[in-house]
């Protein structure tokens, strides 16, 4: 699988869009980039994935550049509730899913 | 639905000690993961089923056995506790279909300390 890269940490203002950016500059063709929370010490909980177009959900939207190689999850109206660890994946065929350390994104009042 | 549930939630074991944890899902998942977590890191896989008597080793197997008997159950057997093993386990369930994962559903994560 292919591996991914996100800032350690990011801050967002309560009630603005927060934009969490990923690097998966080695991503085959039929690889999906899945998108995870974890907020505090839970399990992480599924957010939202794509393989080629942009995806939107309740929870977010995933833009996908034309070339795979990088992805931005975006949170329209973060709250407070939205601090939390949020991990990039790649992954397709093979089950074996590489999680890096992941974005911690803190929501400020 | 209850989705994944484990058992225990803490344990304390000393070192040299042999333990279960347990993993149940209800949503009739073909695909069951065990991790691991060490403090401020991501996910590591320890072993993984992709389907009932099918199972195979991960990242970081050494210590650690699984079975699969029925589709519902994905138990973690720990043998000879060290404190290396000291981590929060998690368990995780997704359908795969159509050559790709989906999305994984995550048990509250079990939190095993080894003195």
């Known amino acids: 699988d292919a591996k991914t890269t996100q800032p350690t940490s990011m801050d967002c203002a309560e009630g603005r869009a927060a934009n969490l950016p990923c690097n998966h500059s080695t991503i085959s063709g039929n690889e999906y980039v899945y998108w995870y929370r974890q907020i505090h010490s839970q399990g992480p909980q599924y957010i939202i994935h794509?393989?080629?177009?942009?995806e939107t959900n309740e929870m977010a939207s995933l833009i996908i550049t034309e070339d795979r190689k990088s992805s931005t999850l975006i949170l329209p109206h973060a709250t407070l509730r939205d601090t939390a660890v949020y991990y990039c994946?790649?992954?397709?065929?093979?089950?074996?899913?590489?999680w890096g350390a992941g974005t911690k994104l803190i929501i400020k009042p | 639905n209850a989705g994944v549930t484990q058992t225990p939630k803490f344990r304390i074991l000393k070192i040299g000690q042999s333990m279960t944890l347990q993993c149940t899902q209800d949503m009739n998942h073909n695909y069951m993961y065990w991790y691991r977590q060490d403090p401020g890191m991501g996910l590591k896989l320890i072993y993984y089923s992709v389907g009932a008597g099918i199972t195979d080793k991960g990242e970081v197997p050494n210590g650690y056995n699984v079975s699969r008997s029925t589709t519902e159950d994905f138990p973690l057997r720990l043998e000879l506790a060290a404190p290396s093993q000291t981590s929060v386990y998690f368990c995780?369930?997704?359908?795969?279909?159509?050559?790709?994962?989906?999305?994984?559903?995550f048990g509250e994560g079990s939190r095993l300390t080894v003195l």
């Open positions: 794509g393989l080629k177009n942009n």
């Open positions: 995780a369930s997704s359908l795969y279909s159509r050559g790709n994962t989906g999305e994984l559903f």
């Open positions: 994946i790649v992954t397709g065929s093979n089950y074996q899913l590489i």
